[in-house]
DNA sequence: TCGCGCGCTTGATCTGGGTCAATGATGACC
DNA sequence: GGTCATCATTGACCCAGATCAAGCGCGCGA
């Protein structure tokens, strides 16, 4: 699995989300070298399940470009999403051998992996790794907990006008182009798989969408370039009363 | 915050989880020693609010005995329950200053807290401490996923036999009494708070439990003391397709 | 260029659960 | 042992969102 562009890849933090989240703040060279010696690349092609519910999970990994979702279904076929991941999100679970969930490219995507039991001793060697993926672990779940609210407590439009939030704030602090105020995104996510996420039917996303932009709250672009003139109009939709950290 | 009974529990892992599920499983002597040192109880009546979302926490901990929830209120009362804190939970979020919640007894409670600062530097030290910890989080994420699913897709019906259902696994495994087969346990939350868990009103609430015990899936003395008859009778209201390690 | 499929929109109708309101149990406190 | 407060149940009605159904528009392959 190793491949020839490793070596020069090995000290270009920017290139994998893992190496720069979890190792560079602090970086040793030996970590280094033992992380880059695991670590290999993997394409998956839009709609592609990268792991089945239920599955062995041999490697870890995080999310180099493109979409993929966490999601949990019933046997009579209702889904749920529970997690969406974006560039730079870890998947895996050290120390777990299963995966209790189907993981899904929604685009065409390439991860960087690493072997997963290799990257455990690197994990019990180097304490500082375990200790980013606590801290990633942590922000996982209190995504998810402030997910249960949005699934448990509000109405279709504000759980559109949340989600869209959060699209547009995640989009916005990788790109680093909070221009000039107003917000600019395509939206990762077919109404189908929004409907997923919030506990909706396609149907309801769609008029609830066409109602945000009749409202002049968001405006469409065919049907998934969004922009956004007032990011605060918006969060006032999402019936949050922070700004997540997007406005100062 | 030392008292007089450190000393005499000091080997005594039934009676402190954290020590107990954190620790003991591969215990030396010196950590023991030092988290002795920063450990005290703390009791709380029912109704009080342990911690307030927002507010800095400078402990962590694990409940020895009674309930806490986790909730998040919109501005307009809104609120919604993430998480259910029972005996051997563990509380607190190390390298977090704030919480994102507020924690509420529900029942009188006991807890056993250590002094977060001196908690983090045993942590750094003791690395199968932090591997605890980080297994704890990856269960709690499970279980947040898992409950995004019933507040997403379930009927009211589904909702209360997953709750009942979750209520009566951890009331066996922490008793160990799965006698005749057939389960008997006190609802430790009011009709509200049931609701509040499952993103309901508690005329739902009550109305479906009346259905469930109607229909001979549950049976009630008084208001809270339920029998399950037939355990995979209710996993099966509960549209579970496991039974979560209850039967074998 | 056609048509065909997929993602999306919009309309009509239905229904599960919310809302509002009245009434019943239980138990703590005087 | 009566009163009051808290928790729970039950009924009547309503509405947000689900369901069912009919098109629309755009890209793609023949």
Chains 1, 2 share one sequence.
Not at 189 to 200: K, N, P, S, V, W
Request: proline letters at 3%.
């Amino acid at each position: 699995m190793l491949n020839e562009d490793i070596k020069t890849v090995a000290h270009d933090c920017g290139d994998c989300p893992i190496r720069h989240r979890a190792v560079c703040a602090r970086c040793e060279a030996d970590e280094l070298e033992r992380l880059e010696e695991i670590k290999y690349y993997r394409n998956f092609q839009a709609g592609q399940t990268i792991i089945w519910s239920g599955d062995r999970m041999d490697f870890v990994g995080s999310v180099v470009s493109g979409i993929a979702t966490l999601t949990q279904t019933m046997e009579d076929g209702r889904t749920q999403m529970v997690g969406l991941l974006l560039p730079s999100d870890f998947v895996g679970r050290p120390g777990r051998d299963g995966s209790p969930y189907d993981v899904v490219a929604t685009t065409d995507m390439v991860m960087c992996c690493f072997r997963k039991k290799p990257f455990e001793e690197l994990m019990a060697d180097t304490p500082h790794i375990a200790h980013r993926l606590l801290e990633m672990t942590l922000d996982e779940l209190d995504a998810a907990r402030e997910w249960m609210l949005v699934l448990g407590r509000k109405t279709a439009r504000e759980k559109i006008a949340s989600l869209l939030s959060i699209i547009a704030r995640r989009d916005a602090t990788l790109n680093l182009q909070t221009q000039q105020n107003s917000l600019v995104f395509d939206l990762p996510l077919t109404r189908e798989a929004m409907a997923d996420y919030l506990g909706l039917t396609l149907e309801t996303v769609s008029r609830q969408i066409s109602a945000l932009k009749r409202d002049g709250v968001i405006e469409l672009e065919g049907k998934r370039h969004v922009t956004v003139p007032d990011f605060s109009r918006l969060l006032d939709e999402a019936g949050d009363d922070s700004d997540g950290g997007m406005l100062s």
